[in-house]
Every structure is written in structure tokens, then in C-alpha cells.
């Protein structure tokens, strides 16, 4: 069993930054990458960026690129979003998820944090 605890989520202006982090516990040993994903009202949830375990390999969805780092503190188990230039439209539910040796994908989900862009 893996358990996700998101937070850091809250209100931005447009163009602002917020970070959002995603501590990993339980059998982590089992952790092959985290996901980031989001979900707004009335949309499908839709992958943001992911980073493996060890912290080297990157994804990012085409949306995020250039103003999302996803990153992983390996001392901490956690896994950083940083969000800088946010848009309005970046507004959603962000739920970070884990897949891991022998699982089926994204099998363990965080609770999810709420990320408000205002005008």
C-alpha cells in the first residue's frame, strides 16, 4: 500500500506561482513514478506532468511546458509541482497518483487539492 497526501493548493492571481507537494508513504519501495493530474468541473482529469522515482526522467503535458516543474526530494519522499505563470484556466482539482511494481496504472491516488486562478 502506497498513501499520497497532497497540499499546497490555495488562490493565485493570474500569472502568479503556487507550489504544490505530494508526500509518498507506505511501501514507496514499490514506486515506479508519480503523476500529476487535474481535474476542472464538467472536464475529464487529464495528466500534468510525471516524474519517475529516482527523480530522472520528466513528462509534462504540451499545456504546462515551460511554466510547471514537477520534481521529486528524495530525502522527503515527496514529489514538487511548482506552477509559475498560471492561468486562469490551470483552475482545478490536482490530484497526484502513483504507479508502482506490479500494479496496474495509477493504482494509488492522493486526495486531491483545489488550485484557484483568479483574474
Known amino acids: 500500500q502506497v498513501q499520497l497526501v497532497e497540499s499546497g493548493g490555495g488562490l493565485a492571481q493570474a500569472g502568479g506561482s503556487l507550489r504544490l507537494s505530494c508526500e509518498a508513504s507506505?511501501?514507496?519501495?514499490?514506486?515506479?513514478?508519480i503523476g500529476w493530474f487535474r481535474q476542472a468541473p464538467g472536464q475529464e482529469r487529464e495528466i500534468v506532468a510525471r516524474?519517475?522515482?529516482?527523480?530522472?526522467?520528466?513528462y509534462y503535458a504540451d499545456f504546462v511546458k515551460g511554466r510547471f516543474t514537477v520534481s521529486k526530494d528524495n530525502a522527503k519522499n515527496t514529489v514538487d509541482l511548482q506552477m509559475n505563470s498560471l492561468k486562469p484556466e490551470d483552475a482545478a482539482v490536482y490530484y497526484c497518483?502513483?504507479?508502482?511494481?506490479?500494479?496496474?496504472?495509477?493504482?494509488?491516488w492522493g486526495q486531491g487539492t483545489q488550485v484557484t486562478v483568479s483574474l
Open positions: 497518483a502513483a504507479n508502482t511494481v506490479g500494479g496496474t496504472a495509477w493504482d494509488y
Open positions: 507506505g511501501h514507496t519501495f514499490s514506486v515506479l513514478e
Open positions: 516524474i519517475g522515482w529516482s527523480g530522472k526522467s520528466t
